[in-house]
């Protein structure tokens, strides 16, 4: 009976822990930013940022494959990363720039 208790207990917190440590950290995005649906379309936006493509851009945004983050709007941070980061905004998984997440 013992041992049944106190396997019960360490199950019960080790899913406690691992709920915790799933658990997304949410941020206030400090400028207006872009996130895109696929790895795909964030390779691309970031060619056409780079390649000073304002057509390019407005293309992915228009399409659906990207979308524009306001200032000011929360996001949360799936999986932080050195360039990209995943995150969560309004029920999608995105990829952004991971430096434009940094407190």
């Given at each position: 009976?013992?041992?049944?208790?106190?396997?019960?207990?360490?199950?019960?917190?080790?899913?406690?822990?691992?709920?915790?440590?799933?658990?997304?950290?949410?941020?206030?995005?400090?400028?207006?930013?872009?996130?895109?649906?696929?790895?795909?379309?964030?390779?691309?936006?970031?060619?056409?940022?780079?390649?000073?493509?304002?057509q390019g851009v407005s293309q992915l945004i228009a399409g659906g494959q990207?979308?524009?983050?306001?200032?000011?709007?929360?996001?949360?941070?799936?999986?932080?990363?050195?360039?990209?980061?995943?995150?969560?905004?309004?029920?999608?998984?995105?990829?952004?720039?991971?430096?434009?997440?940094?407190?």
């Amino acid at each position: 009976m013992q041992v049944r208790r106190t396997i019960g207990l360490v199950l019960i917190l080790g899913g406690m822990l691992a709920a915790t440590a799933a658990k997304a950290e949410n941020v206030i995005v400090k400028r207006q930013m872009v996130g895109c649906a696929d790895e795909a379309s964030w390779t691309a936006m970031q060619q056409h940022e780079w390649d000073k493509n304002q057509q390019g851009v407005s293309q992915l945004i228009a399409g659906g494959q990207c979308l524009v983050i306001e200032a000011g709007e929360t996001v949360a941070i799936l999986r932080p990363g050195v360039l990209t980061a995943t995150i969560g905004y309004r029920g999608k998984k995105l990829f952004a720039r991971a430096d434009q997440l940094r407190r």
